[in-house]
């Protein structure tokens, strides 16, 4: 058998086109003694790896010596083939080309083109000298082949196709593979409703899980009044989608390009108002869950507005001020034509912060030729608030309160697990100080920070420091060496009476569930949308874990955040104690309209899922009346 039919084999057994290798995998890529240019007329066969039988999907490129005359005979040995008569001869290389070879390599199948066998880079799908065996070219001074593999990992295409595959491969989603929903037991007609969205968006599964969790809480709601099935169908289509394309220059002059996102989910009760997240994992159908979220939580308070979120898959870690501004005002370039007092307010989310909103507004103004305070959340002296970053993370431990003093509980001695370490979860440990309780953990993205004896003020302010010098969390073991600091995990499995997770959506799983259930923990309060996976949600509810909804948990962000829209209001004028006072009142009542929302569809208050489904429903029932009032629009 001839190496061509050797390749074809080769290729016949692994049928997908896509091989990704791992950085340690390496390929033989050495030229042999000298740089013999007749090497580059030599055959390339792909054989299976011996390094582990396990992964026979993974294969490596071998050089095969000139055809003669008589084939060879192949010797099979050990899971290697090998031709006899052929002695591989190898040259040292050094280290950092082997780190710049695997940087290019890891992307690298092949196939036959033109009857020859080429490495392709599965990147931009291209092939020549810079693809060949060896990756410096096979002709020319080493300073030629050098050259050459720049010019390919500096090409514009390469690098952004690669930065998405990286992404991808952060976010646990493989390229080829496609995330599982998770459908829950729905009555017929609450099925029939989510079976359209899956029909419609089968890849959103983040905005599909958001969906099922509401159309299981308006089950009653629908089997009450008939019209309503129309109005949730009809309201589960979100208003307008706008994605479009955001270039922008870094330092170093070299061109990039991310997606930006805007989602106007309703407007039925007012102007939308939503965050801005700029994060690598940004897609539609994060938007689209945030949009949608964003909408019940603002349904849900006593000042009506409708529902929007939105941002982008740039990640603001690592970036300089500069390329932050210059990305800001790329973003704005385009959305600016979708806000306005009237139409659209964006606020702060994951990744946008006062800076990022000061650069937004800037060009805003500068593109809409006039000075409106109609974006939430940045600095004083144009927005209104001195309180806005507080007042959603103070809002969560004061509706914690509430939870505990319906189970005759407080706050005071207990035991409190926190995830995250942003804004919000700062503000949650702050308050929960004040409160007397005992926050042990804090996170971050490599692990979590646990502290047995619990955070007091003094530890606090070493944490913020920590953070306002974008350091990592391990620097608090230099001050208090007694803490531990967990890399590659979550605080869940730690003993608490209260867990707050603030990090992101998903963060809890099945497992970490049970481990929140083997901790003792009794109460759960939603700080970051959707925390908790379907199956997680489930495991708790069995346990009989009071889990309190973010849609009602905000309510404090929310409150101050529609107040500053309001002119009336001057924010600048409270005092500390009208401040909080304002939040626990809008808490309380969000608590309370929830609770009897359940009530009135059957659900009493000593359901563990009590809150949950009457946050849902009173959000719809207020969304549903405007919608009704307004005709089919």
């Known amino acids: 058998m001839d190496e061509l039919n050797l390749l074809r084999q080769a290729q016949r057994q692994h049928q997908h086109h896509l091989v990704v290798r791992g950085l340690g995998e390496e390929i033989d890529l050495e030229i042999g003694p000298g740089d013999d240019p007749s090497f580059s007329s030599a055959a390339l066969v792909g054989v299976t790896s011996a390094h582990d039988p396990a992964d026979d999907h993974k294969t490596l490129l071998i050089p095969c010596s000139q055809p003669q005359p008589t084939p060879p005979q192949v010797e099979e040995h050990e899971g290697l083939l090998r031709l006899p008569g052929h002695t591989k001869k190898k040259k040292k290389v050094v280290k950092k080309w082997r780190e710049e070879w695997a940087d290019t390599y890891k992307w690298a199948y092949v196939a036959v083109h033109d009857n020859t066998s080429r490495i392709f880079c599965t990147v931009c799908k291209e092939y020549g000298r810079k693809h060949r065996r060896n990756p410096y070219g096979n002709e020319g001074s080493r300073n030629m082949q050098m050259s050459a593999l720049e010019e390919h990992n500096n090409s514009l295409l390469h690098k952004e196709a690669l930065r998405l595959q990286t992404a991808s491969k952060e976010n646990a989603q493989p390229l080829e593979i496609e995330r599982p929903v998770y459908v829950k037991a729905l009555s017929k007609t609450a099925a029939s409703i989510l079976e359209s969205v899956l029909k419609?968006?089968?890849?959103?599964?983040?905005?599909?899980?958001?969906?099922?969790?509401?159309?299981?809480?308006?089950?009653?709601?629908?089997?009450?009044?008939?019209?309503?099935?129309?109005?949730?169908?009809?309201?589960?289509?979100?208003?307008?989608?706008?994605?479009?394309?955001?270039p922008w220059v870094d330092d170093r002059g070299e061109a990039h390009v991310n997606r930006g996102f805007r989602v106007q989910f309703s407007q039925a009760l007012g102007p939308c108002r939503g965050g801005l997240r700029f994060h690598p994992t940004m897609t539609l159908s994060v938007a689209k869950f945030l949009a949608f979220e964003q909408t019940l939580k603002n349904a849900l308070s006593q000042y009506k507005l409708g529902g929007a979120a939105g941002g982008s898959d740039f990640d603001p870690k690592g970036k300089s001020e500069n390329e932050i501004m210059r990305f800001c005002q790329s973003f704005m370039n385009e959305l600016y034509r979708y806000l306005g007092p009237d139409q659209d307010f964006p606020a702060e989310d994951v990744g946008v912060g006062p800076r990022e909103m000061g650069y937004l507004f800037g060009q805003y103004r500068r593109l809409s030729g006039h000075f409106q305070g109609n974006f939430t959340g940045p600095k004083i002296f144009w927005s209104g608030s001195s309180f806005r970053t507080e007042a959603t993370g103070y809002g969560l431990v004061f509706f914690a309160r509430v939870v505990l003093a319906d189970m005759n509980k407080e706050l005071k001695g207990l035991r409190c697990v926190i995830s995250g370490s942003g804004k919000i979860a700062m503000h949650v440990l702050e308050k929960l100080l004040s409160c007397e309780a005992i926050p042990v953990t804090v996170s971050d993205s490599k692990g979590y920070l646990l502290d047995t004896e619990g955070f007091d003020y003094m530890k606090y302010s070493v944490i913020r420091t920590i953070k306002a010098q974008q350091r990592s969390l391990k620097e608090y073991l230099k001050s208090y060496p007694n803490a531990k600091y967990i890399d590659d995990a979550k605080p869940w499995s730690e003993k608490c009476d209260v867990a707050f997770p603030c990090a992101s959506q998903n963060e809890i799983d099945q497992a970490e569930a049970l481990a929140i259930i083997n901790t003792g923990c009794r109460v759960l309060i939603e700080c970051s949308n959707m925390p908790c996976t379907a199956q997680a949600v489930d495991i708790l509810r069995t346990a009989k874990v009071v889990v309190a909804p973010a849609k009602a948990t905000a309510a404090g962000g929310v409150a101050v955040g529609e107040l500053e829209l309001n002119p009336e209001f001057s924010l600048m004028q409270w005092s500390v104690e009208d401040f909080e006072n304002k939040i626990q009142d809008a808490v309380k009542q969000t608590y309370d309209r929830s609770i009897k929302a359940a009530q009135d569809y059957g659900i009493m208050k000593e359901n563990q899922e009590s809150l949950v489904h009457g946050a849902n429903i009173c959000a719809f029932l207020n969304i549903a009346q405007a919608m009704t009032d307004q005709g089919c629009v």
């Not at 905005?207 to 109005?231: D, G, R, T, Y």
């Open 200 to 246: 419609r968006d089968p890849h959103e599964a983040e905005f599909i899980q958001s969906i099922q969790a509401v159309v299981h809480s308006l089950e009653p709601v629908l089997v009450k009044n008939s019209q309503h099935v129309q109005i949730l169908e009809r309201l589960l289509e979100p208003e307008k989608c706008f994605i479009f394309r955001v």
